[in-house]
Structure formats: C-alpha cells, structure tokens
C-alpha cells in the first residue's frame, strides 16, 4: 500500500505592484529545510534565493518570482508566514542605550505595504523628454552581486529601472539599447532631473514596520523593519535583534 498524499489548503493573495490575484499554500517541512539553512548560513544572498525558491514551490507556479518587485516579495513572504505557521512573532530585542532585553508581539496580519501619495514613476527630464521608471525586481539580483562600489551599485540599479524614454513624442524602449548608451544617458542629465529619480527610489512603495517603545532611561525608541532581511529574521526567527532607528 503506497504511502498517502498529504492535501493542503490553499488561500488568496494580491501582488501589491501588478494587483494580480494568486493562490498559493503553506509552505511545508521541505521548505522549512531551505529556509534553516539560509538561516544558518547568515549570507543575505543564501537568504534571497531561499526566499525566492520558497516562494515560487508555494505560488503553485502561478508567477515568477524573478518578475516580482523587491516589496511583492517581502509581502508575499510575510503573509506565507503568517499562514503556515501563526501571524503572532514573538521579538525580543537588545537596547542599545541601556542594554535591556525588551520583548514585543508582532503580528505579521497588520504589516501592510507602505504607500507614499508623493510617488511619481514619470520624471521629466527636459522640456521634451520624458522618463518612465519601473520598480526593482528580484531578477536583478545576480547583477548586483559582484558589485561593490556604492556609485556602480546605484548606476546598476538605476539602468534595470529604466523602462521608457518618451522624446518629442516617440516612445523609447531602454531596454533595446546598449549598456554604454544608457550610461551615457543617464551622465546627461542634470543635476535636478537626477534628485527627482532618487526621490523615486525613496518613495517607491515599500513593506515597513515599526516598534516604538520606551527604554529604561525613559527614552522613547524606535525599532524599524524595512529590508528583507529584517522581514526573513522577523518571519522565521524566533529570537531576532534587529538594528535600532536611532
């Protein structure tokens, strides 16, 4: 007699970036087993592609995650979470000033994506040219990997983002043309233009919690979670000790 297949429920979820609704499941032990090995690994790369290989078995192949945004992946990773295991995490957190051990509940069913009213994806970088903006995907990643240089990593960023260039009404596709030709673009434009492509980075939509408390001393402090390393440690770990916004 073969051994019986085990049925899992299944629940709804909308992709922040693109509104598309999915199914997914609950991760299961095999999944478990990849996500303690990044953990133990402590390299934020193993925890990425964990990440992304968890949630791509638990999509039930519905998407890619390569074409995921940076924050449709801290949600859906937050909210399968929340379901496969309980929406309550228990934090425990070490204070910097007074070095107490301070313990919080978080439940990950209120974490929500951050929306900024300012956020604009069309920059207009001259009289007659405009410039449509797309968000980081998670397919970028392996293109950052080697890079070191805080100016290469922002370039690099910035070329992936780059969607269209609409000049004198014609609609350019970045993506059809070369490295150096957009490099060259880009070393164009002012100064001004420039600030209003960095302000979309800064506004762009993220997943963002925050645990503010008063320590010992009478100080109010405040914990921010807005990476997906924090969002990993605060959705696997059981004891995590993320950084303090001071």
């Known amino acids: 007699m073969a051994l019986p ?3 899992h429920p299944t629940f709804e979820l909308e992709i922040p970036s693109t509104k598309q609704k999915i199914r997914y499941r609950p991760f299961l032990v095999k999944e478990e087993k990849i996500l303690l090995i990044a953990q133990s690994s402590e390299d934020p790369k193993e925890i990425i592609y964990a990440v992304k290989q968890v949630l791509q078995n638990c999509s039930l192949d519905q998407i890619d995650i390569d074409d995921l945004t940076t924050f449709d992946i801290e949600y859906f990773f937050i909210k399968l979470r929340s379901k496969s295991v309980n929406n309550i995490v228990n934090l425990r957190y070490k204070d910097l000033e007074d070095e107490k051990i301070y313990e919080f509940e978080v439940d990950l069913d209120g974490i929500e994506i951050e929306y900024n009213k300012d956020h604009q994806k069309t920059i207009n970088v001259s009289q007659n040219t405009i410039l449509n903006l797309k968000y980081p995907k998670m397919n970028m990643i392996n293109s950052l990997e080697k890079i070191e240089n805080e100016t290469d990593l922002v370039f690099e960023i910035l070329r992936n983002c780059l969607d269209t260039i609409v000049h004198d ?11 150096e030709e957009i490099d060259e673009f880009i070393l164009s434009m002012d100064v001004s233009s420039f600030n209003k492509v960095q302000e979309f980075f800064n506004t762009m939509p993220k997943l963002k919690h925050e645990i503010v408390y008063t320590n010992s001393l009478g100080n109010q402090r405040k914990i921010i979670l807005q990476s997906l ?12 000790y993320p950084i303090i916004s001071r």
């Open 229 to 240: 390393n924090d969002f990993f440690q605060l959705g696997w770990a059981i004891t995590v």
């Open 169 to 179: 009404s014609q609609v350019i596709e970045v993506s059809n043309y070369s490295r």
């Open 5 to 7: 297949k085990l049925s």
